[in-house]
């Protein structure tokens, strides 16, 4: 469990150039992002590999450093049933003042 732990402390303590990326984007759109169009981004823009995108807004989220909510999604454009998908999204100071 000590590896864990270690591990653990590493992402934190690197966690602003590790996650730049992610920040950044999260910053950028200054509003809930669906976690497809987070995926998708960081896919198209950055070449990024799916399980990191996965493992890495979990982690962020379980650490509180980004909120974790969920956002409508229809499974077809003509569907009439929406079905919630976690979304992911970045409070900053100014968000935070209103």
């Known amino acids: 469990m000590d590896a864990v732990k270690q591990a653990d402390r590493y ?3 690197r966690k602003d150039r ?5 920040f950044n984007y999260l910053q950028e759109e ?8 987070l995926m ?7 070449r990024m590999e799916d399980g990191l995108i996965v493992h ?14 969920s956002s409508p999604v229809k499974l077809t454009p ?6 919630d998908e976690v ?12």
């Open 11 to 13: 992402l934190y303590e």
């Open 56 to 69: 890495a807004t979990e982690w962020l989220a379980e650490k509180g450093i980004i909120d974790k909510a």
């Open 87 to 98: 979304a992911y999204f970045m409070l900053d100071e100014e968000m935070l003042r209103g």
């Open 40 to 46: 998708q981004h960081m896919k198209q823009k950055h």
């Open 30 to 37: 200054r509003d809930v992002r669906p976690f497809s169009d």
């Open 78 to 83: 003509k569907s009439r049933v929406e079905l």
């Open 18 to 22: 590790l996650f730049k990326l992610i």
